[in-house]
């Protein structure tokens, strides 16, 4: 499996060659030619979603829809005893000849709380595997990694790849025909 920054230490960044591109097609083409030479740390910086990035990266999807599913089942579970427990149980008050444990009034706020739960769930996985909150990253020391929430694609190799060599990967890089290429401090 392909390691990208979500799944990388800060650390590993230190000493990566950034590879600076002025169009974002540029950058899915420098990110396919990347994979196909053997690169398996990598990873885009972008100002927005750029199409095909995503697929020249190899992400996986699917991990986050089994988070917030048992998120969902969890709260919705835990809605349902909870009303069950507080009407039925603790607090019983028959009101207008109603069963005490009447599911259809419980169905919509037991909902509700499935929904929450399911939103709290995949943000508590996105900050996990993320590794936020991140006041800090190595790659924040380069002069011009501001530009990539302007208009700037950026493609970083770690140092941590197998087939990093400082002088290679950057005559690499550098054969990809960006704007500039830089090096992370140490």
């Known amino acids: 499996m392909m390691r990208t920054e979500a799944t990388m230490k800060a650390e590993e960044w230190q000493g990566a060659l950034v590879a600076e591109f002025a169009e974002p097609d540029a ?3 420098a990110l396919r030619r990347a994979r196909e030479a053997g690169y398996s740390r990598i990873d885009a910086f972008t100002p ?9 990266l190899d992400l996986r999807e699917g991990w986050l829809v089994w988070v ?8 919705g579970a835990l809605g349902y ?9 603790n607090y019983p008050i028959n009101v207008g000849g109603r ?8 169905t919509l706020p037991a909902f509700e709380i499935a ?3 399911a939103v709290f769930a995949a943000i508590a996985a996105m900050l996990y595997v993320d590794r936020l909150p991140r006041l800090n990253h190595p790659l924040f ?3 011009r990694f501001g530009l990539v929430s302007r208009d700037r694609f ?4 770690a140092p941590t790849d197998p087939r990093f060599e400082a002088e290679g990967t950057r005559a690499f890089l550098a054969g990809l025909g960006p704007a500039r290429i830089d090096q992370v401090p140490r």
Do not use: D, H, K, R
């Open 141 to 143: 020391e380069l002069e």
């Open 115 to 117: 929904v929450l739960f």
């Open 81 to 89: 005893l909870m009303q069950w427990y507080l009407n039925g149980v």
């Open 154 to 157: 950026f493609l970083a190799i």
């Open 48 to 56: 927005f979603p750029v199409e095909g990035a995503a697929e020249a």
């Open 68 to 75: 917030a599913t048992g998120g969902f089942l969890a709260g």
């Open 27 to 29: 950058l899915v083409t």
């Open 99 to 106: 069963p005490l444990a009447a599911w259809p009034a419980f």
